[in-house]
C-alpha cells in the first residue's frame, strides 16, 4: 500500500498544470466553471488542443492513441483538469462508442472511426433510450430490417443529449423481433445526415436546449455499419455501459465545486458576517467535502485493483450513486449560497438578443442552471435506484 | 383545539379550486407564464369581483375582514394550481403594510384600490448584501426639505414591473444594520431617478432590481413612524410567510398527486414502478412531508392570531423550516419519480419543483429559520 | 380553524400540575425522567394514585370509568405528565386489552376485569408474536383445540414485554388449522397462574430483563375466557393495532426529553464552552425540535378530525413512524451529549450487590439504558417498514 | 498509487483472520465478555507468541518495525471478531507513547516488556470536563524535591484496571486548556494515591475512573520533555485512531455479513425478508458506508507514514468522521434489519452494534472530528 508521488508524477503534474496554464482557452473555461454547457465550437476547439498534445483519449490503449497514463497520472491529470476548470472530453465519442469500436469493431471501422474521434471531426451522440424503456433498454422498439446491404431502421430514441450538433449516433436496434428481449438487438453506427432523420428539441427544466427526440423514417444505413455480429448489440451495449460508470463519479470536478463554494462564501453574508463564518454553512460543506473525499479515495482504490489485474462486479455503481449524489447536493448550496440571487433565471437565448450581463454577482450565473440541469444525473445512465438493484443482484446476491 | 373550516372558510376554498379548475390547466398556466406580462389581468379582475382582493382588510376600508386563516385557505388552493397573479405582493404585503401603518389618508387612498383591482403594490426590502436580514438596510433615505431623497439599491422585488406603487425600506439613521432607524416609503414606480432592471425568476414569476438614484418623495410618501418601520415589516413578513407555507402546502399535495398517478401508469421492465417497493416508501415519506406541513401551515395561520410575539415568531421560524425542508425533499424527488419525463419543461410536475425551490429561498431558507428558531428558543 | 385555551382549558391545566406536584411519587418521576423501566412495585403504586384520582384511562368511555376528557384536555393532561416525568400507564392493560373488553366482550368479562384494569389488580401481558411470525401475525401457530368447556393451548410466543411481572396474558391463538391465515383466529385471555405456563427470560440489547418467551404446554384455558366469537379474533386484533398506534408517536415523552438535553448541554462542556453554545449541537437539537412540532400538531389536527366525526385510514401509521424516529434522534443525541461517559454501562442488577452510584455525572444515568431499549421502536407494533407499507397500500394506493 | 497488500502483508493478514476464526466464535466472545478479566491471558500470550505484540516497534528493540499500514490490518481483521484483548491500550497508545517520548531506559524496561506479553499499559488522557481535547487538562504534578506529586481525576480510562502501568497527562504548568505545560507521567499502578473506580463499558470492555490524590512519583517517572507532551499526546492519538478505524471496518464488514445472511434466510409472508426491496437497497446503502470506510482506513494508514502535520491531520478527522457516520448508520440499520432477533443479548448483531456505537464516540465523535477537519480546511 503506497500514496506516495513519485519525482516522475510531480515532473508530470507540472506538465498538465503548465498545458493548462498555456493552452485553455479563457472563454472554455469560464463556461465550464460555471457549469454552463459548452458551445459546439468551443468544446471542438479544446478537444482540438488536447488532441495536439496526445491527451485526448486517457482511457485508450497507446496502439489507438491512447496516453498510456498509469493510473497514478490518470488520476493527477484528473485533478489538475477539474482544479483548472477544463472541459473533460464529451463522452459520446471518446469514452462511449470509441471503445467499442476499438473493442468489437473491424479495422475498417477503427481506422476509419478512431482518428476522426480523437481530432473531434464527429461528433458523436447516443441513440439508447426510447419512449417507454428507460432504465429498461431491453425493451426497446426501433426496428431495423435487413434490405439488401442495408437495414432500413424505423422508430424513435429519446433523451439524445446534444443530437442537434452531432453527425453521428450510435444506436440500439431491434433486428430480430422474434427473439427474447435482449436477444435480437444489433448496434449501428449512423450518419445524421441520412435522410429520414429528423431532431427534435426537448426544452430542458433549465429552460436549455439539449436533450432531443430522434426519429427514423425508413433510414438506410450501410451493412458495413454494424457493429459485430446481428442480434449481439446487447453485449455491446453492456460493455458501454460497464465504461460508461467509471468515470461518472466526476470527483475532480465536485472538488473544484467545493472550491467555487468557499470561493462565494468568502464573498457574501449571512447576519453581518461572511458566509464563511456561518457554522451551519460550513457544516454542511464540510460534509459534502468528506464524502467527497471517501468517494475520491474509494475510486482510487477501484482503479488499484483494476490496474493490479482483479475483476470488479458492481463497484462502479457506488461510483456512480455517490458522485451524483455529491454533485446535487454541491449545486444545490451553491444555489444557496447566494441567497436571493438563487431565484432570477432565464435561458441563455433569452439573453442572446440583449447587451445585458446576467443580473445579480457574477458568480451568480450558472450555478441554477447547473442545479437544475443536474437534476438528471441520478436519473440518466441508469438511475440510482437501478444501481441499487444492481449491488443488490451482483455484489449482495439478494 | 379545532383545525376544522367553518361553513364560510368551506365556501372559500371551494371558489379559490373552481378558479384553478378553470383558469389554470398545466398548458394554460405555461402560457400565461411564458407572456410578456407573466398573469392575466382578466384573472385579476375575476379575484377582485369575487372579493379575494379584500380578504385581509377590515370591513370599514371595505374589505372581508379575513384572518390569517382566510389567507391560508387562498394561498393553499392557489398553489395547487401555481397561480401567478401577484397576489402575495400586492394583498399579502403591499396592502398589509399599508393597513398596518398608513395614515387614514394612505390607507383610504390605497386599500380601496387594491380591492377593486385597480392598483398593484410590491415591497423592496432585500439588498444585495441583505440576505434574509430585514434589518440589513443599507438605501438612505436623507430629509431634504419637506420630504426625503432615496439613493440605493434594492434586489430580486417580486411583481415591481406590474406594480403601480413600491414600498421601499431605507434608513433615515443608523448603522446599516441596526434595528432602529429604518423608515417605510410608498415611492411611485415612474419617479425618476428609480430604474429597474426586470427579469424573470425560476418560478415563472416576474422580479427586478431597483436602483434609486436621487429619488425625491414628499413627506406623504413616509408610511408609518420614521425610524420605526421594522417591527412593522416583521409583522408583514411573518403574514406573507405564513401564506408562503400554505401556498407550499397545496403545491405539494398537488405534486404528491401527480407523481402519484406517474408511477401508478408509468412502466417498466412490465410492471408500473409504483409497484417497487422503493418508490413506494418514497412516495409515503413524500406524503408523510406533506400531511405534517399542512399541519404546521394550519397551526401558524392559528397562532398569528393568538401569541404573544415570542410565540408567535417561534411558530414562523418553525413552520417556514419543516415546510422549506419538504419543499425542497418533494420537489426533487418529485423529479426522480418522473425520471426523464420529469427534466421537460412541457410536463408540469417541474413548474412544481421550481416554485417550491424558491419559496424554500424565500423571506429566510430553512438553515436561517431553523437558527431564527434556535435563537429564539434558547 | 382554533387553538386556543378556554378558561375552563386553563383551570383543568392547573389541577393537572397540581395533582402532578403533589402526588407523584419522587422515586418514580426520577425513574421515568431518566428513561428506566419503571419498578413493578412503583407502576403499580403509581397506577393506583392515578386510579383513585378518576385519572386512569382517559380514552375510556365514561361509562367504563373514562374522564370524559376533550381533545383539548387530553392534550393539557399529555402535556403536562409528559413535562413532569410522570409515567404513563402500563399500556396492555389500559390501552390495549381494556377497550377490546369493552368493545368486544360479554358483560361478565367486562364486569370481571375492566375495574381491575382501572385499579392495576392485574397486570396484563401480550401474546401476539411468535418466533418466525414478526410483523406477519397472520402465520402465527400457537394451537388452541376444545376439550370440553375449555380450550387447551400449546405453542410458544416471544417478545413477550414484562411477562416475568403479569398475571394475565391476552393472546392469539390458531382455533382452527384449516382456514385461511387469518381466519381461524381466535382471542384468548388467560391467567398467568395456569399449570403448563412457562416464562423465559430474552436478555436484551440494554443487558436488562424485559422481554420474555411464554411456553404453553397443555394449558387449559376456560372457554369463558375467549373474547367475541372463536375464530373471529383477528378481528379484535386489528382493532387492537389500531388503537395501539395513536397512542405512540409520544410526543409529550419527547419535549420533556428535549427540556433534558438543554439542561444537560448547559451543564456539560464543549471546546472549552458550554454545549449549550456548541452551534452544532444546537443545529441538531432544534432540527429535532422542529420535526416535534410539526408531529405535535399533526397529531392534534388527527384528533380534531376524529372528534368531528372523520374517519381516519392509516394516519396513525404516520405518528407510529415519525414518533419513533424522533425518539430514537433523541436518545441518540442523549447520549452524544455525554462525552465519553456514554461508554460506560452496566445492567442494573449489577449494582444491585453493591453500594454504588453509576459512575460519571448524575444524568449520565438513563441515557444509554433507554438509546438500546429504544432500538426496539422502529421494530414493534409493526415495524417502520411495515407501517410505511400499510400507508401505501391504504391511503396511496400503490 | 497502489492500495494492494504485499505478500508479507497478506500473511500478517491471514494469520489474524485465523486466530480470529479459532478464538472468537460468537458464543466464545460473549463468555469471554462476561468474566472477570474481560478478556484472556491465554490469547495474550499467544499474541506475544505470534509477534504481534511488536507489530509497531523498531527492529532495534525486538520490534517488527510495521507501519500504520500494518496495525491497520491486524486491526481490521480484530475487529471483525470483536477482539477483546486490550492491544490498542497496551501496544498502541502505551507502547506507542514510549516508544515515541521514552528515554533509551524507559524504553529499554517497557517496550520489549510488551512485546515479550508480560506488560500491559493504559493511558489515562481524558477528564471529566475534558470532553475530546487533549489539551483539557486539569490534573496537576507539581514538582517536590526529586520527582513530582499529581492531583486530578481521569476519566473512561480503558484497561485500566490491568495495566501493570499507566500513562497518565497532567498538568506542570499553564491555564486549563493551554496547549503547552502538559507532561506525561509512567505511573505504576498500585502507586498509594492512586485509586480506582473500575466498571464494564457498553462495548464489552473494561474501563475505570481514576483518582489521583497526592500521587509521588519520581522525576523517572517523567516520559518525554516537561510540559511538552501535547505534541506526542497528539501524534500518538492520530495512530489510535487509525487503528480505531480499522477495526471499525472489519466490525462493519462482519456485521454486514451477518445482516445480509439474516436477510437472506429469515421469511416472513412467505418470502425471504432479503427480497424486500427497501431492505435490499438498506443493504446497499450499508455495503457502500462500508465500503468507503475501508477506503478511508486505508487512505488514512497511508497518509500517516507520509504527509505534513496538516495534511495528516486533515486525513485523521475526515477517516474518523466518515467512519463515524458509516459506524453508527450500519450498527443500528444491523439491528432493525434484524427486527426483534436484533434487540436481544444472545445473538451477536447488537455487540457489533454496540462496539461500533463506541467507536464512534472515541477519541472525538463524528462532529467533534467534523469540526477540526473544518477548521483545518478553512
Redesign the interface.
Known amino acids: 500500500m503506497d500514496l506516495s508521488f513519485s519525482k516522475e508524477d510531480l515532473a508530470f503534474r507540472d506538465e498538465v498544470r503548465e498545458f493548462l496554464a498555456t493552452s485553455l482557452p479563457a472563454d472554455v473555461k469560464d463556461r465550464c466553471d460555471r457549469g454552463l454547457h459548452p458551445t459546439k465550437e468551443g468544446q471542438i476547439r479544446w478537444q482540438k488542443i488536447l488532441n495536439e498534445k496526445g491527451w485526448m483519449a486517457p482511457n485508450w490503449p497507446k496502439e489507438y492513441g491512447g496516453t498510456g497514463w498509469t493510473i497514478t497520472q490518470k488520476y493527477i491529470a484528473a485533478h489538475e483538469f477539474g482544479h483548472a476548470a477544463a472541459p473533460i472530453a464529451l463522452p459520446f465519442g471518446v469514452s462511449m462508442v470509441g471503445p467499442v469500436i476499438y473493442t468489437f469493431g473491424n479495422q475498417e471501422q477503427k481506422d476509419k472511426y478512431l482518428p476522426r474521434i480523437l481530432n473531434s471531426d464527429d461528433w458523436w451522440c447516443q441513440g439508447y ?1 426510447e419512449p ?5 433498454l431491453a ?1 426497446l422498439q426501433t426496428r431495423a430490417v435487413r434490405d439488401g446491404d442495408h437495414y432500413v431502421v424505423n422508430g424513435q430514441k ?2 439524445t443529449s446534444f443530437a442537434q450538433n452531432a453527425d453521428m449516433i450510435f444506436c440500439l436496434v431491434r433486428t430480430d423481433s422474434n427473439a427474447k428481449q435482449q436477444e435480437g438487438i444489433s448496434f449501428l453506427l449512423i450518419d445524421m445526415k441520412t435522410p429520414g432523420i429528423t431532431v427534435k428539441p ?4 433549465d ?1 436549455e436546449h439539449s ?1 432531443n427526440e430522434v426519429f427514423f423514417d425508413d433510414v438506410r444505413v450501410p451493412v458495413e455499419n454494424r457493429i459485430g455480429e446481428e442480434n449481439k448489440g446487447w453485449t455491446y451495449a453492456k460493455f458501454l455501459l460497464g465504461n460508461e460508470r467509471t468515470g461518472i463519479a466526476r470527483v475532480a470536478r465536485s472538488k473544484r465545486q467545493v472550491e467555487r463554494l468557499r470561493e462565494i462564501a468568502s464573498l ?5 458576517r461572511s458566509l464563511a463564518e456561518d457554522q ?2 460550513i457544516n ?1 460543506l464540510t460534509r459534502i467535502e468528506v464524502d467527497l473525499m471517501s468517494l475520491e479515495y474509494t475510486e482510487l482504490r477501484y482503479l488499484s485493483m483494476i490496474a493490479n489485474g482483479k475483476e470488479l462486479t458492481a463497484e462502479p455503481s457506488l461510483l456512480k450513486i455517490k458522485g451524483t449524489e455529491i454533485q ?1 447536493r454541491l449545486t ?1 448550496l451553491l ?2 449560497s447566494l ?8 435561458a441563455e437565448r ?1 439573453y442572446a438578443g440583449r447587451n ?1 450581463a446576467p ?3 457574477d458568480y451568480a450565473h450558472g450555478p ?1 442552471a447547473e442545479h ?1 440541469y443536474l ?2 444525473a ?3 445512465g441508469g ?1 440510482n ?1 437501478i444501481q ?1 438493484n444492481i449491488v443488490s443482484k451482483m455484489v449482495l446476491g439478494l | ?6 361553513d364560510e ?1 368551506n365556501m372559500l376554498k371551494d371558489s379559490v379550486e373552481r378558479f384553478v379548475k378553470d383558469n389554470y390547466s398545466p398548458e394554460a398556466r405555461a402560457k400565461l407564464a411564458d407572456t410578456e406580462l407573466g398573469f392575466s389581468k382578466d384573472h385579476w379582475k375575476k379575484m377582485a369581483e369575487l372579493g379575494w382582493l379584500g380578504l385581509p382588510f377590515s370591513e370599514e376600508v371595505g374589505g372581508f375582514g379575513g384572518t390569517a ?1 382566510e389567507t391560508a385557505i387562498m394561498m393553499e388552493n392557489m398553489g395547487s394550481g401555481l397561480v401567478l397573479e401577484p397576489f402575495l405582493s400586492t394583498v399579502v404585503m403591499g396592502g398589509g403594510l399599508v393597513a398596518e401603518a398608513g395614515s387614514q389618508s394612505q390607507i383610504e387612498a390605497i386599500i380601496p384600490e387594491v380591492i377593486e383591482g385597480n392598483m398593484m403594490l410590491a415591497f423592496a426590502y ?1 439588498e ?6 430585514l434589518n ?1 438596510v443599507e438605501t438612505r433615505a436623507a430629509k431634504s426639505g419637506d420630504g426625503y431623497v432615496l439613493n440605493g439599491h434594492k ?2 422585488v417580486y411583481h415591481a414591473a406590474t406594480a403601480d406603487k413600491i414600498i421601499v425600506s431605507a434608513r433615515t439613521r443608523g448603522g446599516s ?1 441596526d434595528e432602529d432607524g429604518i423608515s417605510l416609503f410608498i415611492v411611485d414606480n415612474d419617479t425618476s431617478g428609480l430604474s429597474r ?1 426586470d ?5 415563472g414569476q416576474r ?1 427586478s ?1 431597483i436602483k434609486l438614484e436621487d429619488v425625491k418623495v414628499g413627506s406623504d410618501a413616509l408610511l408609518g413612524q420614521e425610524g420605526k418601520g421594522l417591527p412593522v415589516m416583521r409583522s408583514v413578513v411573518d403574514r406573507t410567510i405564513a401564506a408562503l407555507c400554505a401556498e407550499a402546502v397545496g403545491a405539494m399535495r398537488t405534486a404528491n398527486n401527480i407523481t ?1 398517478e406517474y ?2 401508469e408509468r ?3 412490465g410492471t408500473p414502478i ?8 418514497r ?3 413524500m ?2 412531508e406533506a ?6 401551515s ?2 401558524l ?3 398569528l392570531e ?1 401569541d404573544d410575539e415570542g410565540e408567535r415568531r417561534k411558530a414562523v421560524s ?1 413552520a417556514k ?2 415546510i422549506g425542508q419538504a419543499s ?1 425533499f418533494i420537489g ?1 424527488q418529485s ?2 419519480l418522473h ?2 419525463m ?5 410536463y408540469s410536475i ?1 413548474h412544481y ?2 416554485r417550491l ?2 419559496i424554500e ?2 423571506f429566510g ?1 430553512t ?1 436561517y429559520h ?2 431564527q ?2 435563537a429564539l ?2
Open positions: 433510450s417507454g424503456s428507460g432504465s429498461d425493451s429519446i433523451w426537448i426544452i430542458g427544466l429552460k436533450l457574501e453574508r449571512s447576519g453581518g451551519d454553512f454542511k446535487q444545490s444555489v444557496e441567497g436571493m440571487y438563487g431565484a432570477p433565471y432565464e433569452a445585458e443580473v445579480g454577482p441554477m437544475l437534476r438528471a441520478t436519473i440518466y438511475s435506484e441499487r | 383545539m379545532d383545525f376544522e373550516l367553518s372558510q386563516v432585500a444585495p448584501q441583505s440576505r434574509f436580514d440589513d434586489s430580486v444594520r432592471r427579469y424573470r425568476t425560476i418560478d422580479a432590481d402519484n408511477i401508478k412502466k417498466q421492465f409504483g409497484k417497487f417497493q422503493v418508490l413506494q416508501h412516495m409515503v415519506d406524503y408523510m400531511e405534517q406541513s399542512k399541519s404546521m394550519d397551526m395561520a392559528m397562532k393568538l418553525a423550516a419543516q425542497k426533487e423529479i426522480q425520471g426523464g420529469g427534466m421537460t419543461d412541457e417541474g419543483f421550481k425551490t424558491t429561498m424565500l431558507n438553515d431553523f437558527k428558531y434556535a428558543a434558547s
